[in-house]
C-alpha cells in the first residue's frame, strides 16, 4: 500500500444520499493511488456487503472543501460533497453497484413491502424547514402533471415521503423501506435529491424521471420532468 486515504465526514456532512457521493471519491481515490482507505464508523458498513474498510487510524492533514489531489497525494483526510466530474472519474457504474450491494439481512427485512411498479419521491424534510432558499420543493400536483405528460397512469403512483414514513423491524432505519422501493420501481419519477438519484443508480428501473430545477427554489407547482437519471438537484454551480 501507498499510504493511506481517510474520509472522516461521512455522517456529519449530509444524509445517506451525500454520504455515497463521499464514500465512492474516496475509495476511488484511493485505489488509484493504491493507498489504503480508511473511514469513520457509518451506515454504509452496517448495510452493504462490500463496504469494511477499517476504522482511522491517526489523525492525517484534512483537505480544504471538495479537493481531490491532482498529485497522486496520500496520507490526508478527504472533505466534501464530491458532487462533480472530477470526483465522478474515479468509478464507474459497475463500481458503485458492487460497493454498494445491500446486505442479506436489507433484502430480507424488507422483502414484505411490496415493491409498486410506478413510485414517485416526494423530498421534503430540510429542504422545507432549514433550505428553502437553496432548494425547491416540488408539489405533488407536478408529479401528477407530469405522470400523465409522459404517457402514464397517474391513479398508479406510489408515493415515497419521508414525513410519512412506514415502519421497519429496526427502528431508525424506516427509510431503508423507502430506499429499496425506489430502487426496485418500474418507474420512478424522483426528487431533486441525491437519495432518490441513488436509488435510480443502484437499482434498475426501466424508466427514470428528473425534475428540472434550474433557477428554481422554494414550494413549486409548476416543474417539468425529463427521461434520465439526471444529476442536477439544486440551483447552484
Avoid at 458532487?83 to 422483502?111: C, G, I, P
Avoid at 433550505?131 to 400523465?148: G, L, M, R
Avoid at 418500474?186 to 428501473?205: D, K, V
Wanted: proline residues 5%; aromatic residues 14%.
Amino acid at each position: 500500500m501507498n499510504g493511506t486515504v481517510q474520509i472522516g465526514c461521512l455522517g456529519g456532512l449530509g444524509r445517506f444520499g451525500n454520504q455515497l457521493f463521499q464514500y465512492a471519491c474516496a475509495r476511488g481515490y484511493a485505489r488509484k493511488v493504491g493507498a489504503q482507505l480508511e473511514t469513520n464508523k457509518w451506515i454504509g458498513q452496517f448495510i452493504f456487503k462490500n463496504v469494511n474498510d477499517p476504522p482511522i487510524s491517526k489523525h492525517l492533514p484534512q483537505l480544504p472543501l471538495d479537493v481531490v489531489p491532482k498529485d497522486h497525494q496520500t496520507n490526508v483526510c478527504f472533505y466534501g460533497y464530491f458532487q462533480y466530474t472530477d470526483a465522478f472519474d474515479l468509478y464507474t457504474l459497475s463500481d458503485l453497484r458492487e460497493w454498494f450491494t445491500l446486505d442479506d439481512w436489507v433484502n430480507e427485512e424488507t422483502h414484505e413491502y411490496r415493491p409498486s411498479s410506478l413510485v414517485a419521491h416526494l423530498r421534503r424534510g430540510d429542504y422545507v424547514t432549514s433550505f428553502a432558499s437553496i432548494f425547491c420543493t416540488i408539489d405533488e400536483s407536478a408529479y401528477v402533471a407530469a405522470v400523465k405528460e409522459h404517457g402514464w397512469d397517474e391513479h398508479s403512483i406510489h408515493w415515497i415521503r419521508e414525513d410519512k414514513p412506514m415502519v421497519l423491524k429496526r427502528p431508525g432505519l424506516e427509510w431503508l423501506i423507502d430506499f429499496t422501493t425506489l430502487m426496485k420501481a418500474e418507474i420512478l419519477f424522483r426528487a431533486n435529491s441525491t437519495f432518490s438519484w441513488w436509488a435510480a443508480t443502484l437499482g434498475n428501473p426501466k424508466f427514470v424521471y428528473s425534475p428540472v430545477v434550474d433557477g428554481l427554489r422554494g414550494h413549486q407547482t409548476d416543474v417539468k420532468f425529463v427521461s434520465g437519471n439526471t444529476p442536477r438537484c439544486v440551483d447552484l454551480p
